[in-house]
């Protein structure tokens, strides 16, 4: 990822008190990132955050619309996304992700860069199965293909039916007691 300060914080300098900030978020902020899952989109992001002594609490609101392709016919459309997400930030004596929603930075950090969870945010809230409006209502050809499980060990044309009884190799083998 490249270096943009248009995503730092510059939590130094701020009051014990909640603070706004806004993002535009479109093709420039994507292009940051190595990555082919999305090239394009038109977003805007609201970051409160909220400053005390021992902790920072940013709640994140991103919405907007991605540009994406259809895993189904290649075609490109527009993905409304509306993603809200807390993390917190905790002083401490280094600098450490202890969980996905917690970090921990040492107290005289001056700057909190926020693009990579943007990001991350935005990722998680694609859709793992990326379909074209026209295709989101459609019917799955096979409904009952999740639920329904078939197991056989017969393979087609093998000539074995279910009328004929069993396999007089087996019937050998039972006699064997």
Not at 64 to 87: K, N, W, Y
Not at 156 to 163: C, M, S
């Amino acid at each position: 990822m490249k270096k943009d300060s248009q995503f730092d914080l510059n939590i130094a300098k701020l009051a014990l008190k909640t603070h706004h900030f806004a993002f535009e978020l479109d093709r420039a902020f994507f292009e940051q990132f190595e990555q082919s899952l999305i090239q394009d989109g038109h977003l805007h992001a609201e970051v409160e955050l909220t400053k005390t002594d021992l902790l920072l609490t940013l709640d994140f609101h991103i919405h907007g619309a991605l540009r994406l392709i259809c895993d189904r016919s290649l075609d490109e459309f527009d993905q409304p996304i509306d993603v809200r997400h807390t993390m917190r930030v905790r002083f401490g004596d280094q600098n450490l992700e202890l969980d996905d929603d917690v970090l921990q930075i040492t107290p005289d950090t001056q700057i909190l860069p926020i693009a990579q969870h943007l990001f991350d945010y935005i990722g998680l809230a694609i859709p793992m199965k990326k379909l074209h409006p026209r295709f989101q209502n459609e019917p799955d050809e096979n409904p009952d293909a999740e639920t329904k499980l078939i197991f056989t060990t017969r393979q087609p044309g093998d000539g074995a039916d279910e009328d004929e009884g069993t396999d007089p190799r087996w019937d050998a083998l039972r006699n064997l007691n």
